[in-house]
């Protein structure tokens, strides 16, 4: 059965520093990997998206992330961190196959930005 | 084009009553899913619409409940409210159903259950 976990609940960093937030999964088959930003009372963006054209995938307002099929992992960058990039993000997968899917989700990573 | 609407926005019910949530997909969207959301328990999936069919059903008691209608709106119910329903209600639509597909969220109804 696939899964994913994200590492830390809560990731600290100072403003201008990397980000890197951590996401796991495990899956039986090549897997769909999805990064979202959640920002307070409000649902959910996609930051982006892993469909298996390329391992380094570059997304919105900075953010990429790399698939690593060894370590199955797909975890988040950012090279400089804003104050707006303060939210909670989620790591999904969704998995290729007949008939039914469903997007499996992680606990989530509050980001916080210290000034 | 307009994004994922939900109405309401917020939503104060007391224990045992009904209530009925409603999403308006994007423009040419065919498939919608209900997600619930509590700090407690993250984002569990409650169930998917594809073409006014439910494709997947996540693991909620009976009592709660979907439909969608022909121009892809859809609704859910949850009847005899309890505490533990009080959640932000998110749904999402995507073009078609299928692996890969990216979903597209609405801003969510925030529910309430004194």
């Known amino acids: 059965a696939q899964s994913v976990t994200q590492l830390g609940s809560h990731v600290s960093v100072s403003e201008g520093a990397l980000v890197l937030l951590r996401c796991n999964y495990s899956s039986s088959v090549p897997p769909y990997l999805f990064w979202y930003v959640q920002y307070p009372n409000q649902g959910l963006q996609l930051l982006l998206k892993y469909t298996s054209a390329a391992t380094l995938v570059k997304g919105i307002n900075g953010f990429e992330a790399e698939f690593k099929k060894s370590e199955t992992s797909f975890h988040l960058t950012k090279p400089s961190a804003h104050m707006r990039d303060a939210a909670e993000y989620f790591c999904?997968?969704?998995?290729?196959?007949?008939?039914?899917?469903?997007?499996?989700w992680g606990a989530g990573t509050k980001l916080i930005i210290k000034p | 084009k307009a994004g994922v609407t939900q109405t309401p926005r917020y939503l104060i019910k007391t224990r045992g009553q009904q209530v009925t949530l409603s999403c308006s997909p994007i423009?040419?969207?065919?498939?919608v899913s209900w997600y619930q959301q509590t700090p407690g328990q993250g984002l569990q999936f409650l169930f998917e619409y594809f073409s006014e069919t439910q494709r997947n059903k996540g693991n909620f008691p009976g009592r709660f409940s979907g439909r969608q209608f022909s121009n892809s709106r859809s609704e859910m119910n949850v009847s005899t409210l309890e505490l533990g329903d009080s959640a932000l209600y998110l749904c999402?639509?995507?073009?078609?159903?299928?692996?890969?597909?990216?979903?597209?969220f609405g801003p969510g109804t925030r529910l309430l259950v004194l």
């Open positions: 999904a997968v969704s998995v290729r196959g007949v008939g039914n899917y469903q997007l499996i």
């Open positions: 999402a639509s995507s073009i078609r159903h299928g692996a890969g597909e990216t979903q597209y």
């Open positions: 423009s040419g969207h065919r498939s």
